[in-house]
């Protein structure tokens, strides 16, 4: 498979380094192109100069893949401040065939995973632009197409642990199903039929037989939600079926197999759970072979509006715009109940509202109603710039680049259109097209 990179280096890897490489990776198809899919970064010592090199490239959202070509001199500190400095993963080149080799299989794999993460099934249906929400994705996405492992979700209620359960199920490689089964509900009298399924007459009541839901999971996906409410009897119930593979039916002495995906999703912390007893260590580590945590609305408000939009169209009122004082309580309001509060906000609105026009104030029911305007420069802004003057930039780079950012973000929130960017921004169509165009000549 082609792919395209750029090459970068630090000063100090020989030419002939370099040349020894690039020949090796055009023999395997790895080229470098205008627009690459990766950066390879080379350096010799890891040094500050190697730092930027791998600080800058990261920056730019490419995947960077770091080869260090005098491994002997690099110390296992300093290769995990090669991935601090925002490499996706680092090699230490020997022969340039084998590092070419390793260097083809990421690439590889990365493009793979771009494909699953940017399609339009995953994208539709797990929303969200904030690079926190992207990541979660992209190791998702990785996770269930590439293993065949466990997975435990943890997150607050309504930030998305359901859909992340429904995307491993759709994209692993199973049959697709997802059988759900929610602990909550599981009694310790009634769970071992839920579970097993039972035999015709095995209990009082049991006029039928019935399969269970390890049956129903079968070549698929058996999904358990509130894994931390399951009873400690049922615990180890469940910790012989994963371990055997195989279970009975209530009244019957019948093996059957069990073969299906586990995903677990719970809002409680496992971990203490194991300390304080409650929870079995030896199931928390066979269901949390893989974790993820679906991040709050709070840590990812570059979400609410492409989650504000979905909800939107989902509700028939997709092609209607917000006006700002309506986007601004949206982005300002809090969320206790994270995606699933935002979507019934936004639900609240779109009811009220009527006719063409975009959604305006009046809409917001008044129970709703903010008193107060939001404060800003809030504490999130603080941070931002904290954390830039603590990497020792100056006053004159910081204001720069908010405008540059500000620039940015509404430009892609408003679909590339001057016209309503500036409106937005404050600013006449002239003036953003010239900073556009300066911005321009910089960055060429
Ligand atoms: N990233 C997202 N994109 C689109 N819809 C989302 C997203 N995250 C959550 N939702 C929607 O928000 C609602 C709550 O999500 P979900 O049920 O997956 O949350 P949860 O973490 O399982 O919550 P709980 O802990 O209460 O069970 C659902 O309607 C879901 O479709
Ligand atoms: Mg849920």
């Known amino acids: 498979m082609q792919h395209a990179i750029s090459i970068i280096a630090s000063s100090d890897v020989a030419q002939g380094t370099r040349q020894a490489l690039h020949s090796a990776f055009a023999c395997i198809g790895i ?37 260090c070509t005098a491994p002997p001199a690099l110390s296992a500190d300093s290769m995990w401040s090669v991935l601090e400095a925002g490499a996706a993963d680092l090699l230490l ?83 697709g199903d997802i059988t759900v089964l929610d602990c909550t509900t599981l009694s310790p009298e009634l769970a071992g039929s839920e579970l097993f399924g039972h035999e015709r007459g095995a209990f009082t009541g049991a006029y039928s ?16 939600d509130e894994v931390g409410e399951l009873p400690l009897p049922l615990q180890a119930q469940l910790l012989r079926v994963i371990q055997e593979r195989q279970y009975k039916r209530v009244g019957s002495n019948d093996w059957h197999p069990a073969s299906f995906r586990l995903v677990c999703a719970t809002n409680r912390d496992l971990e203490s759970e194991v300390q304080r007893g409650a929870f079995r260590a030896d199931l928390y580590y066979r269901i949390a072979a893989w974790c993820c ?10 979400d609410i509006l492409p989650l504000v939009r979905h909800f939107l169209k989902q509700l028939g009122g997709g092609g209607h715009e917000l006006d700002p004082a309506v986007r ?24 009220r509202h009527t006719g063409p026009g975009p959604i305006t104030i009046g809409d917001v029911p008044p129970e709703e109603r903010r ?11 603080a941070d931002a710039i904290r954390h830039a003057v603590d990497m020792g930039i100056g006053l004159a780079r910081i204001g720069q680049a908010a405008s540059d950012m500000a620039i940015q973000l509404v430009l892609e929130q408003e679909g590339d259109n001057n016209q309503r960017a500036a409106l937005r921004l404050g600013v006449t169509d002239r003036t953003l097209q010239l900073r556009r165009k300066a911005r321009a000549g910089q960055a060429g």
């Open 31 to 67: 080229a470098t192109a205008p627009s690459p899919a990766a950066v390879i970064a080379l350096f010799g010592a890891w040094d500050a100069e190697a730092a930027q090199l791998v600080r800058n490239a990261a920056s730019s959202g490419v995947p960077v893949l770091a080869v």
């Open 93 to 175: 080149a020997d022969a340039p065939d084998s590092v070419a080799l390793q260097a083809g299989a990421r690439l590889e794999r990365w493009q793979a995973l771009d494909r699953l993460a940017a399609s339009a099934r995953v994208r539709d249906t797990l929303v969200g632009e904030s690079p926190a929400w992207r990541a979660l994705v992209r190791s998702v996405v990785e996770v269930a197409a590439f293993t065949e492992s466990p997975v435990l979700v943890t997150g607050e209620t309504g930030t998305g642990k359901d859909l992340i359960a429904q995307a491993i199920a759709h994209l692993g490689g199973g049959n």
């Open 371 to 381: 008193s107060g305007a939001p404060t800003w420069p809030d504490g999130r802004f």
């Open 328 to 351: 601004q309580y949206l982005l300002t309001r809090s969320y206790p109940g994270n995606v699933r509060d935002l979507r019934q906000t936004v639900a609240r609105i779109w009811h």
């Open 293 to 302: 945590r679906t991040p709050p609305l709070r840590e990812r408000p570059g």
């Open 209 to 224: 037989s019935r399969d269970g839901a390890f049956a129903s999971a079968n070549g698929g996906v058996l999904f358990l």
